[in-house]
């Protein structure tokens, strides 16, 4: 089932049926390919606080058409930036894009209070988030140029949780790098690690690599220990919500593990992630704030009870990799490799680009 | 819901309502406490293939009973030995149990032909069964005695899988540990791996634990990693399911990445086992068999799928931990620390006991 359609996981939709946006709803996949239409912001804080939109650099997205949407609807803008900022904590491009199209919206409107402004700072905005999506487009194509060159012919490559085009407006982050490394014919088979609690490893990428022809093979979490033992991985590529200063990657949980096996096992382990991930304002690892969710993630499974009733849970819905485990970080950029804080600032500094961590709105705020 | 009700994972049920083996069905807890009647071995083969019954300990006691049915049965008892033996291929106390029962099938049935043997091999067969299944309980307290010396006073224990009395005719091994500490006043917290793809710890562990009154927290096996970068574990316990000579453990999937992780983060890794669990015919960890399973395990769960039809898997069942990354492994006998071949021959060699690797039946066959 080989396809070349394209995923579209976010569309923003004009009048006479808008203003609005529509999400293919990522909770249902692979079962079900249906759509949500979010025409005001609770319903889309609800809709990225349930994941049915999702990924980093997705949600960066997603916030800065939050605020367009806002704005076109003459809802207090601030307020709904707000909401949607908060919406979940780590993800540092959900942040990011909704400060982008606050900024827009208010530069163009002209002032700074909480009363609707003008249409003006509706267009402002709209066009804001589409220069966001264009711009994270542009990202993942240059991230999947400059990560190919990381990987070696006949890669065996293990992945964690769902990177590719469900996440982007583009084809991804790692999974653009994966699509490459196919298009080229490096890959010699990919790895997905299902990934629990939500299982967005075996719903999403298996999904992905299917639709792309890519050869792939699901396994537990816990296998790629020994998977990586029994000599079978010669890369690991994940995506990263937030990246710190000192170059410390919050992703989803379970990367940290991986990243110690890879390193036990000398394996190279690569995170791929747009600019708009790096947060300068976070110094390190430890200042990162998880985000923690429902028990029943864990402890129900399709609906069903898989632990006793009332079972408490830990469930943290990422983990943080330090950079010294971390063999190279690609961004649209280049490499930052070896990955120190110094290497990571020379590539931020270099920018005067919109979807740059630099740039005024993010840095001032 | 704490009871000190013992749990009865396998019972032998004498005519009139037998001879048959009764085991409560494991995959249907913690939902339901049923029981399934094997009144021959194929069933009873099918019932240790689909994991009715389960965990190393049990699986030695479960074949020994398989024999004694085949032998009350009248059947063919050398290929019932044989059918009960490669069931399942890694533990190795599965073989163990039945060729224990086997001989003493054979001794006292006077012959070593395939036509049944008299009454006296029956009983004798029989009886071994149920020594074995004594001397697992009198294991398991002395495992327990053991282990307790390497908890300190508030101790945070993390563990994988299930290995409690439903895998023993006593309390089990690394639960065995768990419930002596618990009952000295020592365990603060137990953290238990859910253990995918069968969630034997929220299913089991975590039914276990209540039932025992254990405080205990439930996660997902991916997020191990991150709780012990936060520093709440100070010991991780698994079960084993066959050692080698060069003391390499196989156990439940996952349990090797522990073991890395806990070498990264200082936390000492223990396993607990019967001397039964040594094969001095494995010389070490890469000889191990390791186990594959169906891949619905991965791609379906609760009976609905969570992969794309058709997404192929990679799904073994055990693992294999080399020596170097385990602090000690707690027997009946005591302790081997550090785990060398030297020490664990030192212990294996000193016995007497029907249990032990060392005793005839097993090192002759």
Redesign the interface.
């Known amino acids: 089932m080989t396809t070349s359609d394209p995923l579209l996981p976010l569309r923003w939709l004009e009048p006479p049926g808008g203003p609005a946006i529509e999400l293919l709803d990522q909770t249902r996949l692979?079962?079900e390919e249906t759509f949500l239409t979010c025409t005001d912001v609770p319903q889309l804080v609800d809709a990225i606080a349930r994941l049915t939109v999702r990924g980093a650099p997705l949600l960066g997205v997603a916030g800065a058409y939050g605020v367009a949407l806002a704005a076109a609807r003459g809802d207090d803008v601030p307020a709904a930036a707000a909401a949607i900022s908060t919406a979940r904590p780590t993800a540092v491009n959900l942040r990011w894009g909704t400060d982008l199209a606050l900024r827009a919206w208010r530069a163009a409107a002209g002032h700074d209070g909480p009363v609707p402004g003008p249409k003006a700072g509706a267009q402002a905005a709209l066009a804001q988030a589409r220069a966001i999506a264009d711009q994270d487009a542009a990202a993942s194509a240059a991230m999947a140029a400059h990560g190919l060159g990381l990987v070696p012919t006949g890669a065996r490559i293990l992945t964690h949780c769902n990177t590719g085009a469900l996440v982007s407006a583009g084809e991804g982050t790692a999974f653009a790098v994966i699509l490459a490394a196919h298009r080229a014919g490096r890959l010699a088979r990919l790895?997905v690690?299902?990934?629990?609690?939500l299982?967005q490893g075996?719903?999403l990428t298996?999904?992905e690599a299917?639709r792309a022809g890519i050869p792939?093979?699901?396994?537990?979490?816990?296998?790629?220990?020994?998977?990586m033992?029994s000599g079978q991985v010669d890369l690991v590529l994940t995506g990263a919500d937030r990246i710190a200063a000192d170059g410390s990657v919050a992703n989803k949980?379970?990367t940290?593990?991986l990243a110690?096996?890879a390193r036990?096992h000398g394996v190279p382990f690569v995170v791929v992630a747009p600019m708009s991930t790096v947060d300068p304002r976070t110094p390190d690892g430890p200042s990162i704030e998880?985000e923690f969710r429902a028990d029943e993630e864990?402890?129900c499974?399709?609906?069903?009870?898989?632990?006793?009733a009332g079972?408490?849970?830990?469930?943290?819905a990422?983990?943080?990799t330090p950079a010294a485990l971390i063999t190279a970080i690609v961004t649209e950029r280049g490499l930052v490799q070896p990955v120190t804080p110094g290497n990571l600032r020379d590539l931020g500094g270099s920018t005067d680009s919109v979807a740059g961590p630099q740039s005024a709105s993010y840095v001032e705020r």
């Open positions: 692979p079962a790895w690690d299902e990934t629990r609690p299982l075996a719903r298996a999904w299917r792939h093979t699901l396994l537990a979490d816990s296998a790629a220990a020994g998977l033992a949980v379970g940290y593990g110690v096996l036990r998880v864990v402890s499974l399709a609906g069903q009870a898989v632990a006793p079972t408490s849970v830990w469930n943290p990422f983990d943080v």
